[in-house]
Nanobody, 125 residues
Framework: QVQLVESGGDSVQAGGSLRLSCTASEYTDPSPCMAWFRQAPGKEREAVASITARGFDTIFIDSVRGRFTISRDNVENTLYLQMNSLKPEDTATYYC??????????????????WGQGTQVTVSS
């Protein structure tokens, strides 16, 4: 249905910043929900944040609250994750997800029908 492509992942030192981007194709209208997930080595994939088409955002991980900001540009069909004050524990593969055809947002992986291939974020101390 939709193709998602992430970009912006990099290797940075602790305290640095990155902005991840995710561009969606094949949309005629904004997805009801877009979200960022991440998966660290040896750990389960977890929801980081979500945002509705109207801009209502939810942060799911307490440790990133105040440091990460999710946003979207509906004209450009692009999702962003601004990450500041990065810590080594933020090291993970970050995935973009979208829920075309469904209303609202969720932290459940099965809520989302479209996924990107992931972009690697590595934070060194």
């Amino acid at each position: 249905q939709v193709q998602l492509v992430e970009s912006g992942g990099d290797s940075v030192q602790a305290g640095g910043s990155l902005r991840l981007s995710c561009t969606a194709s094949e949309y005629t209208d904004p997805s009801p929900c877009m979200a960022w997930f991440r998966q660290a080595p040896g750990k389960e994939r977890e929801a980081v944040a979500s945002i509705t088409a109207r801009g209502f955002d939810t942060i799911f991980i307490d440790s990133v609250r105040g440091r990460f900001t999710i946003s979207r540009d509906n004209v450009e069909n692009t999702l962003y994750l601004q990450m500041n004050s990065l810590k080594p524990e933020d090291t993970a593969t970050y995935y973009c997800a979208a829920s075309p055809g469904l209303p609202g947002c969720s932290r459940r992986q099965d809520w989302y029908a479209a996924w990107g291939q992931g972009t690697q974020v590595t934070v060194s101390s």
